[in-house]
């Protein structure tokens, strides 16, 4: 067996972290699906060339009633630019709303929430001559496009609806019947000011932005111009083009700070647009989700539970990319929310979590902001720890600024241990530097340890080390923190001792790894050693030493340990009898319950190897708090949760933490059959497998980077391993049902029953009973 190389040593280990900075994505193989193991015996790939537009087109959401908000329309966007579509409240029309992620205020006086919130832009709606007496709209998912009928008293509009995918701009095609040749297109600009205003205080001094200026330019563009009170400006252009009976409506959104050069830019991509009729805009914008999609591949026999998956990652499309503005809240959509910026106490983590194993590292901004902005996130440390420590602010915009740094407004600074005031919330970018991690064990791209990973944690762990103090026990305690959002600060917060003890964890094997001899490796080591223990009662993890968990509390950050660390995994009877004490004690409290509540104890069940109990989460989630069209709402619209319940189904289907791949660990009964292809793995490895009637199969690992390959396969007896040409591969049994194989860079391992043949396909599974689509169908 190869000798793993410094390269690959931490896929063994406990931690470590990184992002895959992935660029464009390679052109699909073709109609069929993408390629899938040959089989031992034969060689021959039997691969169902419509795998992916079954269960796509099966995934699309309908519409038989007008959508009346956000939570029940269809959704269109591209990372930047978002429409979400229904009725115009109280009108005879459908709304278009037009919202872009990089169109903010800029006035950090006045914090985050005010200042730098985005900012609405306005929207369009489609006004029939007739009264709407109904639809039959249908958001194809494969094509990223809306596809449909509008019918009035007077006739019919048929429609279809893209943003672009390269373009970015929205495109309308509408072509009426003859009593619906005079319906019309009209602009409303919304009122620029921070939607917090409708829900908060607004602060001293604190005024809107003037009204939009509506006019009209060369070339029959149209736009909406939004100065901005500091400077620069947001522009909506849009032009209506005629071809035949058909109307096609091209609109584009810019923004530009501190210069007012938006305008120009909006008003020539919208003549430039213009000229290409629908169908040639669609080519590459279909090309580009088709071969997105192919880059993986699951099938449950959950058929409700099928579609939320893939629309979950359509969705994730729509608002993420890696050059697009982290995900705020509620991602190009926006709409009224007391929260208009970008939250890292615990919705960016969740809303990234599913790139992973769906192989879509190409969407990782969270990497890419990090790096790009951390000058920014000095600035917004206290003075006296500016030298060598960093942490995020709960809330910041696009840039990572949150402006707490020259005004006391609402914001939500880092804060000091120890002090009250600002709110001592100071784990945040220790947590989000942990999704930097998950990207460096999938891809094992080394060069993320580095230069983004490496030097902004051990600035986040060094912050802590300010504070540490030996106690009377000899033990190494933090002063008061808070942990996000329960309420009341806390000595040895768990939240932070959780984070961290990752992060010096972490640092020493990423300091290994890349050769370094840091200096302070030996004070990282004292903190493993001698730091508190986390506090616990008899209830289980505890908030902190002074606070008990003692009510109803939505987040999970006291059980960090437990996911998504994994440091606390069950490795013992008493560790297994902790994490269902804390888990049981935590869910038992209604009352402050929210949907990632059960995303969360879906993924702590799966860890456990409980899927009964992870299917009954994710049912919970379901009834309780998830939306028509799979969003979901606290106070106002929020993403992360729909998002991390996807990842919540991964973790059913594999888990790869501490260095060992575990093949279906946490199926349901029912789940008898499953298919999965090309799922990442930590260690950078494609798994496919497939299971039937309660059977696995065979299991196919494809390694990207040479690293060393553990897998608890799940098939029972007897095995034999091969390559990719079918030959014996030689394994080691590695203990707890799993083997170790020597793979290099590029090789493959197909893992079957000794003397099996399976027929190496990949292919919807059947559903166990029909279910509603999503959407409203009727």
Not at 281 to 304: E, T
Not at 328 to 340: N, Q, R
Not at 429 to 436: I, K, P, R, S
Not at 626 to 654: F, R, W
Request: proline content about 7%; some cysteine; overall charge neutral.
């Amino acid at each position: 067996m190869p000798t793993p190389s410094r390269r690959t040593v931490l896929a063994t280990g406990s931690a470590l972290g990184g992002a895959a900075l992935v660029g464009s994505l390679p052109a699909p193989a073709s109609a069929a699906a993408p390629a899938v193991p040959a089989a031992p015996a034969d060689g021959a790939v039997r691969a169902g060339s419509d795998a992916w537009r079954d269960v796509l087109d099966d995934a699309d959401l309908v519409w038989r009633k007008m959508p009346t908000t956000w939570y029940e329309g269809p959704y269109l966007g591209n990372g930047l630019l978002g429409s979400g579509i229904y009725q115009e409240p109280g009108r005879n029309a459908v709304r278009f709303n037009v919202q872009h992620s990089e169109v903010q205020d800029h006035r950090p006086e006045f914090g985050s929430l005010f200042g730098l919130a985005r900012l609405p832009i306005g929207h369009f709606t489609l006004e029939p001559v007739g009264t709407i007496t109904g639809l039959d709209w249908r958001l194809r998912l494969r094509d990223a496009e809306l596809t449909g009928t509008l019918t009035t008293d007077k006739g019919t509009l048929t429609l279809r609806a893209q943003v672009n995918n390269a373009r970015s701009v929205l495109v309308v095609e509408v072509t009426p019947s003859e009593g619906e040749r005079g319906f019309s297109w009209v602009f409303h600009p919304a009122d620029a000011t921070s939607p917090r205003a409708a829900f908060q205080p607004i602060p001293a001094g604190y005024e809107g932005n003037p009204p939009a200026e509506v006019g009209a330019y060369d070339g029959g563009v149209s736009a909406s111009v939004q100065s901005l009170l500091s400077g620069g400006e947001h522009v909506t252009a849009w032009r209506e083009r005629t071809r035949g009976r058909t109307r096609t409506l091209y609109v584009d959104v810019a923004h530009s700070f501190p210069r007012r050069t938006a305008r120009d830019k909006a008003t020539a991509t919208v003549r430039l647009v213009s000229e290409l009729p629908y169908d040639a805009l669609a080519v590459p914008h279909r090309a580009w989700w088709h071969a997105y999609y192919g880059k993986s591949f699951l099938s449950v026999p959950d058929a409700r539970i099928q579609r939320f998956y893939w629309i979950q990652l359509y969705k994730t499309a729509s608002a993420a990319r890696r050059d697009a503005p982290v995900m705020a809240t509620s991602g190009p959509w926006l709409e009224p929310t007391p929260w208009p910026a970008t939250w890292w106490n615990l919705n960016v983590q969740l809303e990234y979590w599913l790139i992973h194993g769906s192989n879509h590292l190409e969407l990782d901004a969270v990497t890419r902001a990090l790096g790009e902005f951390r000058d920014n996130l000095t600035a917004e440390m206290a003075p006296p720890y500016r030298a060598d420590s960093l942490g995020i602010p709960r809330t910041t915009d696009i840039r990572l600024v949150n402006g707490g740094a020259t005004s006391s407004a609402q914001g939500y600074g880092v804060g000091v241990p120890g002090q009250d005031t600002p709110t001592p919330e100071v784990g945040n970018l220790t947590w989000a530097l942990h999704n930097v991690w998950l990207s460096y064990r999938h891809t094992m791209d080394e060069s993320i340890l580095r230069d983004t990973l490496y030097p902004l944690l051990r600035k986040a762990v060094a912050y802590y080390l300010h504070f540490l103090e030996p106690g009377a026990d000899g033990r190494l305690h933090l002063p008061a923190t808070f942990s996000p959002e329960y309420g009341g600060n806390t000595r040895d917060c768990n939240y932070d001792l959780m984070l961290l003890t990752w992060g010096c964890r972490t640092l020493l094997a990423s300091a290994e790894l890349l050769g370094i001899d840091d200096a302070s490796a030996p004070r990282w080591r004292e903190v493993l050693a001698k730091r508190a223990a986390y506090p616990t009662d008899s209830n289980g993890f505890m908030i902190g030493a002074d606070i008990p968990f003692a009510k109803s509390h939505r987040h999970y950050s006291h059980m960090l340990a437990v996911y998504p660390l994994y440091e606390v995994t069950g490795r013992t009877a008493d560790e297994r009898a902790l994490i269902e004490k804390s888990l049981a004690h935590w869910v038992g409290f209604e009352g402050a319950l929210q949907g990632y509540t059960f995303t969360g104890a879906a993924s702590m069940s799966a860890l456990l190897g409980k899927g009964e109990d992870a299917l009954k989460y994710l049912g919970e989630l379901m009834s309780r708090f998830i939306q028509a069209n799979t969003m979901y709402k606290e106070s106002g619209p929020v993403i992360e949760t729909p998002l991390s319940a996807a990842q919540s189904l991964h973790d059913m289907v594999c888990q790869s933490w501490g260095g060992v791949v575990r093949v279906f660990p946490a199926l349901p009964a029912a789940w008898a059959d499953l298919a999965v292809h090309d799922f990442r793995t930590q260690g950078a490895f494609l798994l496919s497998a497939v299971r039937e009637k309660g059977v696995t199969r065979w299991v196919r690992l494809v390694s990207e980077a040479g690293a060393p390959c553990v897998v608890r396969h799940g098939i029972a007896g007897a095995i034999e391993v091969r390559d990719g040409r079918g030959r014996r591969l030689s394994y080691e049994d590695a203990g707890d049902g799993a083997i170790r194989i020597g793979l290099r860079k590029g090789e493959s391992a197909l893992v079957t029953a000794e003397g099996d043949r399976p027929d190496l396909r990949i292919a919807p599974v059947p559903a166990n009973a029909q279910a509603p689509r999503w959407g409203l169908p009727g």
